[in-house]
């Protein structure tokens, strides 16, 4: 690992600390001990079964994306799809998404980049469908000041990045010709290198073609965080927090865009910090006090990150794969 990659570890460790520490600030450890011991753990249970049902639904659409350029059972994508997020939430960096491409690549003989483009539609898809949510919200409840800067920053983010992959989808000749102009003054080997992967990203997103697909897409995407937005209902359920069901149910989702928008933050692995502050932050917006909503934070972020990484762990145990060959190739790919 070089300088700059250790430097970016530390930063992302210590921007961790500092999340954590805003969240654990006056804090009442003493009632959140309390609130852990009487909390219903049957509901909690139930809570992981969604959130692995959220990841089935996840294979469901990256067989989609794929269907253009090869018909892959979703059987065979879980696996991938899971060790991937289980790379995320051990290694700095995120490497789980080019972990992905790279292993798609060689178990199916595919491009590694079209791989990695399916993976970059998806998180576009998750953004746009978690800002569908947050605008949804908004009919219900008065979103706080922070809220409405989040949905508007995040509009921007991710509806730049839908705009600019349609524009390469449906310009694709012209974006071509404009790439030529520019590699062309790069040695022979880079040039290439760089047409190859623009061809092969362009064709990851060939799912964008077809309107069912499309609405394929979309359907996943809303199934995917219909159930995650049930598992934070279930563990604020769990801790009794908001007996009225309809504006626990609020609660829950405005929750699951906020905790997952955070955890983009550069931190480390796993969005440890930023998960815990953003949702402390989201349900303090519902008068939750802090210290009920510090146990319910994280156990629903152990309990998503226990469930995903053991399972990453025994796929990739099954095939034969440590983490450290897993981490070998990326730091291969970054090099290259």
Request: net charge positive; charged share 15%; hydrophobic share 55%.
């Amino acid at each position: 690992m070089n300088k700059r990659r250790v430097l970016g570890t530390l930063i992302g460790f210590g921007i961790s600390a500092l999340f954590l520490a805003l969240a654990l600030y006056r804090v009442d450890f003493a009632q959140a001990a309390r609130a852990l011991a009487h909390a219903d753990y049957r509901l909690i249970l139930a809570s992981a079964g969604l959130t692995l049902s959220s990841y089935v639904f996840r294979a469901w659409r990256w067989q989609r994306l794929l269907r253009p350029q090869k018909e892959i059972p979703a059987r065979r994508l879980f696996p991938v799809l899971v060790s991937g997020f289980a790379l995320n939430n051990v290694l700095p960096g995120r490497p789980g998404e080019i972990a992905r491409g790279l292993a798609l690549g060689q178990r199916e003989a595919l491009s590694k980049t079209l791989g990695i483009a399916t993976v970059v539609l998806e998180r576009v898809a998750d953004g746009l469908t978690l800002i569908a949510t947050l605008a949804a919200l908004a009919l219900f409840i008065e979103l706080p000041g922070w809220g409405q800067q989040i949905e508007t920053l995040a509009l921007l983010i991710f509806g730049a990045a839908l705009c600019f992959m349609l524009l390469m989808l449906w310009r694709e000749h012209w974006m071509t010709r404009q790439l030529q102009r520019v590699i062309h003054l790069l040695p022979a080997r880079f040039s290439q290198r760089l047409a190859n992967m623009f061809a092969s990203f362009v064709m990851g997103l060939h799912a964008l073609r077809s309107p069912r697909d499309i609405l394929a897409v979309a359907l996943f995407s809303a199934a995917t965080w219909l159930c995650e937005g049930g598992s934070y209902f279930l563990v604020l359920s769990a801790f009794g927090l908001l007996p009225a069901s309809g504006e626990r149910a609020l609660a829950a989702l405005f929750l699951m865009v906020i905790v997952n928008l955070s955890i983009s933050i550069p931190a480390a692995p796993g969005g440890v910090g930023p998960f815990e502050a953003a949702g402390i932050l989201a349900l303090g917006a519902f008068g939750v006090p802090k210290a009920l909503a510090l146990p319910a934070v994280l156990v629903s972020h152990l309990v998503q990150f226990a469930l995903i990484t053991s399972l990453g762990v025994f796929f990739m145990a099954r095939a034969g794969v440590t983490l450290t060959q897993a981490a070998q190739p990326l730091e291969q790919e970054r090099t290259a």
